[in-house]
């Protein structure tokens, strides 16, 4: 080996030691998992990276750890504020400088962002923002004096696929963020997805202009994970058939999701009856008592919640928290289980 490639080795081992502290030291997470460090590596030393990986793979993480090795700010683009919210809080428990900016917020605390972002040495690492708002001139004019001040240091799509015509939740708004690569040259892009078929993987390197990314695919198997198929009309009873099924699993904390919210309520109120711990939740219910069936669930007060799809919005970021996960879906044509423990 030469010299000059065994320092460069060498340097890049201090490196990733250094990368490995920050998670320790600011997540408590004792190794990288799958191909974190990789992405983290690319994006630090400029280059764009367009990184495939599970849901609950970590990918926040591929952004986190660059805002805390360097000063300077890692834009997040995100396309729910709820997802911002709950991340944004998370950050701010661990004491990592995050804000995020939407209509959601008073006047007074977004104006409170711009001053910090416009003053010599902005204290924010994390700042997560909607496409919609990237794509309003006065909010790309502020980039682009964030940019000239050399303290864009990432560009971070989260749900890149949305971006895609291809993709199962084009948004239109992800298509405007096309305009970063020439607003704000230079920033590597870093573009996460759970999600992208090729088709869709090769739209978003094209539309976000990706120059030589380099492209993580982490693996989707999950041995933990099983899925298992029971169809309705072959069993005599679906409700017995799911009590049965939840009583067979011990005291499991599950979700079994349902498509109305009659459905719900109905199902709630037979495994409550059939001495099973459960709460119903849908849009339908007022948010006090979402919250608290939200966190009777999280707690472990209660064992099942039967819900439509607003579980899903409400509480995501939640799920990895959760010792065991069982959703089921119990629509009209079958039924759908997922056991997992952990990730
Ligand atoms: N290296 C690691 N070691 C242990 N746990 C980790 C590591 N990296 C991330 N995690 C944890 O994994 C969980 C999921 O991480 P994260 O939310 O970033 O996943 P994600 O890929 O963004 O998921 P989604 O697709 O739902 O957005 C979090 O609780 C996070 O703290």
Redesign the pocket.
């Known amino acids: 080996m030469k010299a000059s490639s065994r320092t460069c080795s060498l340097h890049l081992r201090f490196a990733a030691e250094a990368l490995v502290k920050l ?1 320790r030291w600011h ?1 408590g ?5 799958g191909r ?1 460090l990789e992405a983290i590596e690319a994006v630090i030393s400029g280059r764009d990276c367009f990184c495939l ?9 591929c952004y986190q750890i660059p805002a805390l090795s360097k000063t300077g700010i890692v834009l997040v683009v995100c396309p729910l504020i709820a ?1 911002m919210e709950n991340q944004v809080m998370a950050l701010k428990e661990k004491g990592i400088a995050a804000e995020y900016l939407s209509s959601t917020q008073t006047a007074e605390a977004r104006n409170k962002i711009h001053e910090d972002l416009e003053c010599g040495k902005p204290s924010l690492r994390l700042l997560y923002v909607t496409p919609e708002l990237i794509a309003t001139p006065g909010f790309m004019s502020k980039l682009t004096r964030i940019h000239a001040r050399g303290l864009l240091n990432l560009i971070a799509i ?2 890149a696929h949305c971006i895609s015509t291809w993709g199962h939740d084009f948004r239109p708004s992800y298509r405007k963020l096309s305009s970063l690569r020439s607003r704000l040259p230079n920033v590597p892009i870093l573009a ?1 997805t ?1 999600t992208a078929v090729p088709k869709v993987q090769k739209d978003v390197i094209e539309s976000l202009c990706l120059q030589d990314p380099l492209v993580l695919k982490s693996s989707f198997d999950r041995p933990n994970i099983y899925y298992e198929v029971r169809y309705k009309d072959l069993l005599n009873d679906p409700y017995v058939d799911l009590t049965t099924l939840l009583k067979s699993c011990g005291h499991v904390c599950a979700i079994v999701y349902c498509l109305e919210r009659t459905t719900c309520d109905d199902l709630a109120a037979h495994l409550l009856k059939s001495g099973i711990s459960c709460a119903a939740y849908h849009a339908g219910l007022n948010s006090k008592l979402r919250s608290s069936v939200l966190d009777d669930w999280i707690s472990s007060k209660t064992q099942v919640v039967v819900a439509t799809v607003a579980f899903g919005y409400d509480c ?2 939640n ?3 959760v010792e065991y996960y069982l959703p089921l879906e119990f629509c009209c044509a079958h039924i759908c289980c997922v056991q997992s423990s952990g ?1």
Request: aromatic share 10%; hydrophobic share 40%; proline share 4%.
């Open positions: 998670l997540f997470h004792s190794e990288f998992r974190q990986m599970p849901t609950g793979g970590g990918k926040s993480m997802l989260d749900e996460l759970a995501i970021s799920f990895s928290e990730l």
